[in-house]
Each structure stands twice: as structure tokens, then as C-alpha cells.
């Protein structure tokens, strides 16, 4: 992708707000590994484990590792794994103490 490192060097500190439509697509990219280059797949993942989970990649390539039960060879949909990468992020947000 042609200026692809310096859009990156503008905008990978940004708060960018992902709409599950482009998480579908970027993690649907991820497991076919349909990228222009490396460094906009590493993107995309920093995006997802920002949003979603931090083992996001784990998730995608491992998902025995993930899950702690060995199968790597388990296939799973995006749909899935944006699923297990949501119910992921609920168990993270800690809510503020009301006492």
C-alpha cells in the first residue's frame, strides 16, 4: 500500500472507533491473510487488541492456546471470534466502586 507507513505514523496513536462491520472485516482479512503488507496487518491487530482483547492474535492463529484446551486445530468463523473477543472485553471493563 502506497504511503501506507506514513498514514501510520499519523494515525496509530489516535482513539479510533472500530464498528463491528470492520472488525468482521478486518479479523475475516486476518484468518486469509488478505493484507497489502505486514505492517498494515500489525496495524489492524494493535487496533483489534486495543478494542476488543489483547490476545486477539492468540485468538485468531492459537485458538487452543486461548481457550487453554490444545486444539489449534478448532476453525472458527469471524463471527465467532469477534464474539468470544466482545464477551472478552465485558469481563475486562471493571466498574468504578459506589461506596
Known sequence: MRGFASWF??????D??????EMLEIITRMLNLQTENEHELDFWERMLEKHLDPEIRVLIRWPGTYFGDGDNSREMSPEEILEVALKSK??????????
Open 9 to 14: 505514523q499519523r494515525y496509530a496513536h489516535m
Open 16 to 21: 479510533l472507533q472500530l464498528t463491528r462491520p
Open 90 to 99: 465485558e469481563r475486562r471493563i471493571i466498574l468504578p466502586d459506589k461506596t
